[in-house]
């Protein structure tokens, strides 16, 4: 377990190494706009040259990403080059905003997603035809579409909940309920949709194979055999899913947030990209990419534990 934990880390961080690189190397490409973004219109060929030398973009790319490697890997990601605002000061900042709506989208998801999928497959009737029909309108239905109508119904009409704006749980644990809950349900749709078909799928083929019917044999409770046996096999290839659906979500982020006006991750890639801000982009996409890659870690190593022959690939 412990070597198959090292190589899943390796690959972790290889997948980190070549993602910043690659996005350093095609940010470069656009460093002379950005640099007479920053000195405005009255900026000349010579005043750019000379500011891109004092900040020393002059080198060679890969010595400039090196370099920024060096400094990343001891905590330190620079300053924006816009606001001289410390990247992971604020990136972390935006970035609680973010998992605070994502991570509770995953786990309703995840909790709703297995209960209707274990119901589905193993009463079937008006349960599985509603499952597969939850499934059908989250497949169909877009997350922008989704969130305009839940903010017209609940926002607009029932005055229900706020449409735009965000409040830290510190803070005002009601009002942040309240702010996030429209982001979070337009978050989840899809994902239960995607994960109650897998769950559904994965249990049928579990309750069809030739141990199920000994264990029945036996004695079994039909909970028992639910439970215990058939949802641990089914297990395995939902948690892939699952952890694919965080990375949705974390992607689906950036037009929710831009969308509520949330202070989060999202909003602030967009804004940096816009700019060309390129410490905020590089920071961004560090952080993103080892919370992928953090998040698949887990998943492969509950994997490897639920199934110790995936732990052999």
């Not at 970035?95 to 209707?116: E, K, P």
């Not at 035809?129 to 877009?142: E, N």
């Amino acid at each position: 377990m412990i070597l198959y934990s090292l190589r899943r880390l390796g690959a972790g961080l290889v997948l980190a190494f070549l993602v910043t690189m690659i996005t350093y190397l095609l940010l470069s490409l656009t460093i002379d706009d950005v640099v007479a973004s920053l000195l405005g219109p009255a900026a000349n060929p010579e005043t750019i040259d000379a500011r891109k030398a004092a900040m020393g973009l002059d080198r060679p790319v890969l010595v400039q990403y090196a370099d920024w490697l060096a400094h990343a890997v001891r905590g330190d990601f620079g300053v924006s080059y816009f606001t001289s605002e410390p990247v992971e000061s604020a990136v972390t900042t935006r970035l609680s905003v973010t998992l605070s709506i994502v991570v509770v989208a995953l786990f309703l998801t995840a909790v709703i997603s297995v209960v209707l999928g274990v119901l589905a497959a193993s009463r079937g009737g008006a349960i599985d035809r509603g499952a597969q029909a939850l499934s059908m309108v989250g497949f169909l239905v877009p997350n922008l579409l989704l969130a305009i109508i839940l903010v017209y119904v609940l926002s607009i009409r029932l005055h229900w909940l706020p449409a735009t704006g965000f409040s830290h749980f510190s803070e005002n644990p009601g009002r942040w309920a309240a702010t996030i809950t429209i982001p979070v349900l337009a978050l989840m749709v899809a994902g239960i949709a995607s994960l109650t078909a897998q769950v559904r799928g994965a249990m049928i083929d579990e309750l069809r194979k030739d141990y199920i019917r000994t264990l029945r044999t036996r004695g079994l409770s039909t909970r028992s055999i639910v439970l215990r046996h058939a949802l641990r096999n089914a297990a395995g290839p939902a948690l892939t899913v699952l952890s694919l659906e965080f990375i949705t979500m974390v992607g689906g982020a950036l037009i929710i947030e831009n969308i509520f006006a949330l202070p989060g991750y999202g909003s602030y890639a967009f804004s940096a990209s816009l700019q060309g801000d390129v410490p905020i982009i590089m920071g961004i996409t560090a952080f993103a990419v080892l919370l992928v890659v953090g998040v698949n870690l887990v998943v492969d190593l509950l994997n490897g534990w639920l199934n110790p022959k995936a732990r052999v690939h």
